[in-house]
C-alpha cells in the first residue's frame, strides 16, 4: 500500500494582495523615474539617496546607464565658501527668493522637485538680468543651490529684506548686522560717479 501523503491544509495567504503588490511596484518605477529625472538634472547621487531613499549603488547604476560614465565623487562645498563675496551673497538672494515662492512654507526638507523648478528660474533671471556675462558674477550649480537652501532650513542663513526692498541675506553667525549688499553697492557706485 502507497504511504499516502496528507495534503497541507490549503492556507490562505493573508500577505499576498495583489492591489498592495501593483501599489508597491508602481511606487518603485515612479521613483525610478524620479531619481532619473534628477541625475538628468545634475543632483548629486548622496542628495538623491537621502531624498528618495535609494540605494547608492542602484543611483550609480542608473548614472552609468544615462552618461556611461561613474559618477563624480568629491565633497560637498560649505556654506561659507559659497557665500564668501558680496556679489555671491546677492547670487543667493536671488535664488532663495525664488526657492521660497516654490517651497512655500515647506522648510522642513528640501523636495527636489522644487528644487529644480527654482533653480531652472534662477538661471533665466540671470540671463535676463546679464548676469551671465559678466565675469564678476559666478552661477551656482544646482547641488550649490541645494547647499544654500539647505542653510536657509537649517537657519545658517536668514533672508532679509531691507527698507527699499531688496532681498539679502544674512550668516546667522554673523553678530553684526550688514548693510544690504545692493543698497551697499548702489551707493558705491554713485560715491565713485559723483567724484
Ligand atoms: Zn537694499
Known sequence: MKNKKTKTPYKKDLSYNP??????????INIQYEAIKFLKAGIKITI????LDISL???RDF???????????GQMPTIESLLSTQSRQIE????????IKFAQSDYKSID????IKSYNCYEE???VLNLDKTPKWKKFDINEAWVIAKGLISRRIIFRRCSSG???IEASEQSTKLECPHCKLTNTTKKKLTK
Open 92 to 99: 543667493a538672494a536671488i535664488f532663495l527668493e525664488i526657492y
Open 125 to 127: 533671471i540671470r540671463t
Open 19 to 28: 492591489d498592495k503588490l501593483a501599489k508597491s511596484k508602481i511606487s518603485r
Open 112 to 115: 527636489l522637485n522644487n528644487l
Open 48 to 51: 538623491i539617496a537621502s531624498s
Open 166 to 168: 531688496c532681498a539679502y
Open 57 to 59: 549603488t542602484h543611483l
Open 63 to 73: 548614472f552609468r546607464g544615462i552618461f556611461s560614465e561613474s559618477p563624480k565623487g
